[in-house]
């Protein structure tokens, strides 16, 4: 479960390669972090994970099947938008059934998950009522309790915490990995902010200009970093 | 000092803005004062402003002699008809130029805003002369669809902006969460989009009610709309204005008031977006 | 799923098109003899020359034009008073949109007898309540009267729109030239009117296009006399009242290809702001 492969893909809009031929592996229960400047590449890397936009060349394998030419809905992953994506006429029982009912799961089966999701994410008092009226973080804990429902193979967050302030980050980071720990699911996070990675990550990708530049463990970074910005911050931490 | 004038300034602004306002709307207020005249007092020099006796009178007998209800049903039934099926040709029509846009999509987009300005003199005897061959003229058939063919390109235009408003992700969202199109467009798209279809309603309704050019040409006595049921009171005989007020009270009502509600929508749709 | 849309608009510009342009190739005169063939451009040249057609012309510049003008100038100061601050703006808002709401029919029917008329108008006892003689308004100023009107119908759009454009403008523009020494007269005119251009040209330009083909307030007021023969009256005065199709048709093309011309710098400006979305 949740073993992801990328083999030679590269990614075009028009004319501009954004996606550079790039190889990776994503162990099962990793928790990756995608980090480098805006414009990297690493959103649009995981939207092609997600299935949101299509592959120009080379190949995805979800658990050793091929998943490439899959819909996003039928490679078993979940997404955690920046925007949290909420559906702002359903409440947050709705927004969180919504997936299961996709499936055509009856009205049991998904009434136990979904109050199962919202006792782990602490939304209980809240699930009759609708987007508007919840705060920053009260959402984006309803797109991660969206997510949990489907059971993913893994859970995809595209810069999830950038809209919360500074308080509030800390505290979701926090719950994010113990969520993590919990589930053991692998998870693939994508963020700019290098604290972030080197505080969350099993495992962090390092890229620039559609290109990884360094893969390794937050210790290996640490000891070993190949980029001047990444030397930079460990310079000042020491 | 400077901002410590502001209670002054509004007292002016206040008064100045009143005054223009009651100026510019006082031909309706007036209309539907001497709608409850008598006929003898509605020509009272000096002009009764509040103080005559108001009766019901006009309106009984404007609905009485001239078979108003019928023009009134045929208003909302060409403004209604002409909308509804407007909106069943044009949400489709929007919906693949704003999800699914090709290179040709604008240019397709602005021929259609193109075929609103085509002057409808220009057309006017084909259109005149294809009623009569389909035996058509004078009919609720002919204008509903002649009425639907020149808001289209409004209609379309105003759902194609909504649509697109629509945020990118949300729609993503569901398709991660399993939705097929169908369901996508069924649970997710349609409830969002519903006010902006709401609001393209409206603006067409009051858009068609008040045509006035194809509704004067095309019909008489069976299809008559309530524009020109008005017409017809510019050859009247003897004292006429009382009537006539409550004849127009009852023809403008409604859309003043869906006006009011639709100022938003009336700049969106009728600049085609080149104003924000 | 754009079809039909596209084909149904397609047909009703095409078919009409092409009907209109054979007949104005022809002589035909329906009540008069019936289809007469062939006139080649006849009609074309008929059409020009004719007597009433450069008195149409100047009519609809005349008042084409000075709605236009009445309505941005107006419209713009209007806009600028709805933006100051001010108890009950909402109300004033209502008050102000109101005309444009109203049925051309009624709005012409009710400014010709309700105001204009000479023995019974409100106008008339006006002038008479200041001692003067009341007008003819619609005999004498039959131009000024139809300007009236159109415009008191149209000031509420323009207004609106213009409304909207300035309530766009950027505060902080304001604030910056007014710390810059710039008085209220100056951050009109360097700040506020050139952001406000674009809108102006749009209003114009829209406006333009539906007010060559106003119809209804002519027809219930004056009929087209007194001088006050739009081109368009004149071509629905060929088509309907002499029934000459030939030379009406004839017209109608004159009349679309002015209308084309106006609409093409309306749609670059469409076009532009399209492409600003898209990015």
């Known amino acids: 479960m949740g073993f992801i492969e990328l083999k030679q893909v590269t990614k075009n809009f028009g004319d501009l390669q954004v996606i550079k031929p790039l190889d990776l592996e994503i162990k099962d229960g990793e928790f990756t972090v995608f980090v480098g400047p805006s414009g990297c590449g690493k959103s649009t890397l995981l939207r092609l994970i997600a299935g949101l936009e299509d592959l120009t060349s080379g190949s995805i394998h979800i658990d050793g099947r091929e998943a490439s030419q899959d819909a996003p809905a039928k490679r078993g992953l979940a997404m955690v938008f920046q925007s949290y994506a909420l559906y702002p006429h359903m409440n947050v029982y709705k927004n969180i059934a919504f997936p299961l009912k996709m499936v055509g799961m009856d009205k049991e089966a998904i009434d136990e998950k979904v109050r199962k999701a919202a006792e782990v994410l602490n939304l209980n008092d809240y699930l009759e009522r609708k987007p508007a009226q919840l705060s920053g973080g009260q959402r984006q804990r309803v797109a991660i309790g969206r997510a949990i429902v489907r059971e993913p193979s893994a859970f995809l967050f595209d810069e999830p915490l950038s809209n919360l302030d500074a308080a509030l980050r800390v505290g979701m980071r926090l719950e994010i990995s113990e969520l993590h720990k919990r589930l053991n699911t692998t998870m693939i996070y994508v963020t700019h902010d290098q604290v972030e990675a080197m505080t969350m990550a099993d495992r962090i990708v390092v890229m620039n200009h559609g290109v990884i530049e360094q893969v390794g463990t937050p210790l290996e970074l640490y000891r070993n970093p190949k980029i001047y910005s990444w030397q930079a911050l460990l310079v000042l931490r020491r | 000092m400077a901002r410590s004038v502001k209670n002054h300034q509004k007292m002016v602004n206040t008064v100045i803005a009143w005054t223009i306002g009651l100026l510019i709307f006082f031909p309706v207020l007036w209309t539907v004062l001497t709608s409850f005249k008598t006929e003898g007092q509605a020509i009272n020099d000096p002009p009764l402003f509040l103080f005559f006796d108001w009766t019901l009178e006009n309106y009984s007998i404007v609905q009485e002699r001239s078979d108003y209800m019928k023009f009134l049903w045929n208003s909302i039934f060409v403004a209604g008809g002409s909308t509804l099926l407007g909106i069943l040709i044009a949400v489709p029509a929007a919906w693949s130029m704003a999800f699914v846009p090709t290179k040709r999509t604008k240019d397709i987009l602005l021929w259609m805003l193109s075929t609103k300005m085509l002057p409808a003199v220009g057309v006017l005897y084909p259109i005149y002369i294809g009623c009569i061959k389909l035996g058509l003229l004078d009919s609720r058939l002919a204008l509903v669809i002649i009425l639907m063919l020149i808001n289209l390109p409004i209609i379309v235009w105003m759902l194609y902006t909504y649509f697109r408003e629509i945020p990118r992700d949300i729609l993503e969202a569901s398709r991660m969460d399993g939705a097929s199109l169908w369901k996508e467009i069924v649970y997710v798209l349609t409830p969002m989009a519903i006010p902006g279809i709401a609001s393209t309603i409206l603006l067409n309704l009051i858009l068609a009610w008040n045509e006035s050019f194809w509704t004067l040409n095309l019909t008489a006595a069976k299809a008559g709309t309530l524009t020109a049921f008005i017409a017809s009171y510019s050859s009247p005989e003897g004292l006429f204005f009382a009537k006539l007020s409550a004849a127009s009270t009852m023809a403008i009502a409604p859309i003043l008031i869906l006006g009011w509600f639709s100022q938003k929508q009336l700049v969106r749709g009728l600049t085609f977006g080149a104003v924000k | ?279």
Do not use: C
């Not at chain 3, 451009?41 to 709605?67: K, M």
């Open chain 3, 1 to 279: 799923m754009m079809a039909p849309a596209v084909i149904l608009l397609m047909g009703w510009m095409l078919a009409p098109l092409t009907t209109t342009l054979y007949f104005s190739f022809k002589k035909y005169l329906p009540l008069r003899g019936g289809d007469l063939g062939w006139v080649g451009f006849d009609n074309y040249v008929r059409f020009v020359t004719s007597s009433s057609f450069w008195p149409s012309v100047y009519t609809t510049l005349i008042i084409v034009g000075f709605v236009l003008a009445i309505t941005v100038i107006f419209g713009v100061l209007l806009a600028l008073l709805l933006d100051q601050p001010m108890w009950g703006q909402g109300i004033v808002r209502i008050l102000v949109i109101a005309p444009f709401f109203v049925m051309p029919t009624v709005s012409g029917l009710v400014w010709k007898n309700m105001f204009m008329d000479p023995i019974n108008g409100i106008l008339a006892h006006l002038w008479r309540f200041f001692g003067l003689q009341p007008l003819e308004w619609l005999s004498q100023f039959s131009m000024g009267s139809i300007i009236l009107i159109v415009s008191w119908q149209w000031l509420p759009f323009a207004t609106l729109i213009l409304l909207t454009a300035i309530q766009s403008l950027d505060r902080e523009q304001l604030e910056a030239a007014e710390m810059d020494g710039a008085n209220p007269t100056k951050r009109f005119g360097y700040i506020i009117l050139p952001h406000l251009s674009r809108a102006i040209t749009i209003v114009i330009l829209i406006q333009t296009i539906f007010l060559l083909s106003i119809f209804a307030e002519i027809f219930v007021t004056t009929a087209g006399a007194f001088g006050t023969k739009t081109l368009t009256y004149l071509i629905f005065q060929r088509v309907l009242e002499s029934q000459n199709i030939g030379l009406g048709s004839a017209g109608g093309v004159y009349a679309i290809i002015l209308a084309n011309i106006v609409a093409i710098f309306l749609m670059r400006i469409v076009g532009k702001s399209l492409d600003a979305k898209e990015s």
